[in-house]
């Protein structure tokens, strides 16, 4: 159902059972797959690719155009997958000449007034709370939490599984599993609940636990560290997964674990 009230341009390309609700704007290089939701006042630029059961709130901005001195008119894209729920007043800006596309997976919650900046991509099943801003280029993994106000650094990657303590200002690396202090911006465990919840094996848990109880608590460098979390844990893919995102990474880890004794 498409309201009266709202603007569709006649060469957007809208699947079965959209609702496009009264004084939303749909421009005309958009798609929106099957069963969508475009709610009132939200609007969809050029540049959007939404795929089946989305939906977007009221004053919602989805493609809008990049916020970079860089970006000069290029045609770029912003692809958003299946099942995600883009809350009240989300802006989520398209590529710039850098990548071409902003990308968002599927099963994601986008709470209100989250911003994602161009060219970011954002895996599946994660949950972004109130007000967090992801600058241009920020990777996000599968499975992430955010808490709210927190405030992520242009460039800066995210493993999956991982979780951002609320008010957190990143502009380092948080690997996979991690839990990362809001106020140090230190290891502060493993996302252990959350791994439960997703099915992983106590066993593989036990094994993610005690490789990072080596990289962040035993007060070795991370490279040093890598070789002996491969050395010590038996190989999987988790374990490998971890090891390799910090051997990759361009802007370096979050902190290693420390006591509040130890940071007084």
């Not at 059961?53 to 692809?79: I, M, N, Y």
């Not at 809350?87 to 071409?100: D, P, Q």
């Not at 911003?115 to 007000?131: E, K, P």
Request: proline share 4%; with cysteine; aromatic share 6%.
């Amino acid at each position: 159902m498409i309201s009266p009230l709202a603007y569709v341009h006649p060469d957007a390309r809208l699947g079965a059972d959209v609702t496009v609700e009264p004084f939303a704007y749909i421009a005309g290089d958009v798609e929106i797959g099957d069963g969508s939701w475009i709610g009132p006042g939200a609007v969809v630029h050029d540049g959007a690719r939404l795929g089946k059961r989305c939906r977007v709130h009221t004053a919602a901005s989805v493609a809008c155009l990049p916020q970079d001195l860089k970006f000069a008119g290029e045609k770029t894209l912003c692809e958003i997958g299946d099942d995600n729920d883009i809350r009240e007043y989300v802006t989520i800006s398209r590529g710039t000449a850098s990548t071409g596309t902003t990308r968002i997976g599927d099963g994601n919650l986008l709470m209100a007034y989250v911003h994602v900046g161009h060219d970011c991509v954002v895996g599946s099943r994660c949950v972004v709370a109130n007000r967090v801003s992801l600058a241009g280029e920020v990777h996000v993994g599968d499975w992430v939490v955010i808490g709210g106000h927190a405030a992520i650094h242009q460039w800066t990657h995210i493993g999956d599984h991982s979780m951002i303590q609320g008010g957190a200002l990143l502009g380092q690396d948080l690997p996979p599993y991690v839990i990362v202090r809001n106020d140090t911006l230190r290891f502060a465990g493993i996302n252990k609940i959350g791994l439960a919840r997703r099915g992983f094996a106590p066993e593989r848990i036990a094994e993610i636990h005690e490789a990072c109880r080596i990289l962040f608590q035993s007060g070795m460098n991370y490279l040093n560290g890598c070789n002996e979390v491969e050395r010590q844990v038996p190989q999987s893919a988790e374990r490998d997964y971890l090891v390799r995102f910090i051997r990759e990474s361009k802007r370096g880890i979050i902190k290693p674990y420390a006591s509040k004794r130890q940071e007084e």
